[in-house]
């Protein structure tokens, strides 16, 4: 049979096609030989050889872009939940503030130290890759949000920020991050940070305060002395703790009439120390046994955790249930031979219904098995009185301390605060006190309706006498 002419456009003019070379044949083993002389089934092997030389180019050259980074670029993820994405963003609108065309605008404030608050406008990268040179590095950023998770700690929509540069070390994100901490520590030099609770979580309260300083608040001849001592020994004695097996932690109670001072001091006390302080709030609505106790082991490290009116956290009718039920247990282990061990188990019963905290849950929170380390806590009440013995004993308050009301020493130190250098008018103000008793608060607010002449100080101290709710007669 004759062959069929091939078409004019296949293979050379209209004769036969050649198929595979025969120097290419001879390395087809013979019984394919045939098949592989066809000019049809030669060209599409050709084209599928070359697709897959294509395909095979194109995954090594992304995989040897995965391994170029693996190997040649580092870089670090820095999530919104973290410190220093804070941090991280006041550095980027500082660095790229200027020429970043695609921006998201983040408004800051400043409180000033007569307490005006001033707004102020930055321009930070908006979500997407920008550049910044550091150190003569070219860093990748990375800005992410997360459409539909939301960041528990802020509320806001969850974020990440990755940093990536050409080299095989991570110091250079070590000294970027440092770098950003220092800058974002610098603008709260000299202020004292206050947190407080919500939910689970602590969250800054407010703006950064200025320190008070510690001679501002005038308590008793070395009441202030003793307690910054004990404090400081704390701090600096983690080791001992550690070695003798004692839980590194140490607990306060100011307790004494209001307005003597408690809370100034310790305000004071933190900014004298380098502290921040944690209000914690026992009476609030979603605080439970197991929020308590997260709260405690999460609040910031270098920190005052603070419960006010110790007296008023938990109703009376629920101390008393508990402190029945903990009587009865030390009973029933006194008839059982126990006596002596102790204990230490506070579970059960003895609380409010609901999910609310227990006084029992208070106890174990402060000094149970599962009781945060490294903790300083402070406890302030007006009625020492109301509070139930097993709450203040030795392991959950360690340092109890009396702020009474003015002696004649406190008259007179706050009367040379307000008028420097006028002894002999401060010496005749504590006179004319001395069969009252007035607090530092309420002598403070007189001071203060005087504050620029000490004679009228002196000529109208009836005014704070004939007040009965400022000043009363001394009782022996």
Known sequence: MNELPLPSNVGGGGGKAPGLPKSLLNYVPEPLQPLFENPFFSAGFGLVGLGSIMALGRKGFQTSLIQARRYFFVSVEVPSKDKSFHWLMEWLALKKGTNTRHVSVETTFHQHESGDIVSKINFVPSVGTHYVMYKGRVIKVDRTREKNVIDM??????????????????????????????????????????????????????????????????????????????????????????DRGIPYRRGYLLYGPPGTGKSSFINALAGELQLSICI?????????????????????????????????????????????????????????????????????????????????????????????????????????QKLDKVLIRPGRVDMKMYIGLS??????????????????????????????????????????????????????????LTDKTIAAPKTE
């Open 280 to 384: 914690l709030n026992l009476a609030g609505k979603n605080v439970s046994d197991s929020t308590l106790n997260h709260l405690l082991s999460t609040a910031p490290q270098r920190s005052i955790i603070l419960l006010e009116d110790i007296d008023s956290a938990i109703p009376d009718s629920v101390v008393q249930q508990t402190s029945q039920k903990l009587q009865l247990q030390q009973q029933s282990q006194q008839n059982q031979g126990y006596e002596g061990y102790g204990f230490n188990t506070y579970g059960g019963g003895g609380g409010s219904s609901g999910s609310g905290l227990t006084f029992s849950g208070l106890l174990n929170a402060l000094d149970g098995v599962a009781a945060s380390e490294g903790r300083i806590l402070f406890m302030t009440t007006n009625h020492i």
């Open 153 to 242: 700690n802020s509320g806001n929509l969850w974020e990440s920020i990755t940093l990536t540069t050409l080299g095989t070390s991570r110091d250079v994100f070590h000294r970027l991050i440092e770098e950003t901490r220092l800058m974002a520590m610098d603008k709260e030099e000299g202020k004292t940070i206050i947190y407080t609770s919500v939910g689970t979580d602590w969250r800054r309260f407010g703006h950064p305060r200025r320190k008070r300083p510690i001679q501002s608040v005038i308590l008793d001849t070395g009441v202030s002395d003793e307690i910054i001592a004990d404090v400081k020994k704390f701090l600096s004695n983690a080791n001992w703790y550690n």
């Open 407 to 464: 002696t004649p020493y406190q008259l007179e130190r706050m009367f040379l605060k307000f008028y420097p250098g006028e002894i002999d008018h401060a010496k005749k103000f504590v006179d004319l006190l001395a069969n009252h008793t007035v607090s530092p608060a309420q002598l403070q607010g007189y001071f203060m309706q005087h504050s620029d002449d000490p004679i009228k100080a002196l000529e109208n101290y009836n005014q704070l």
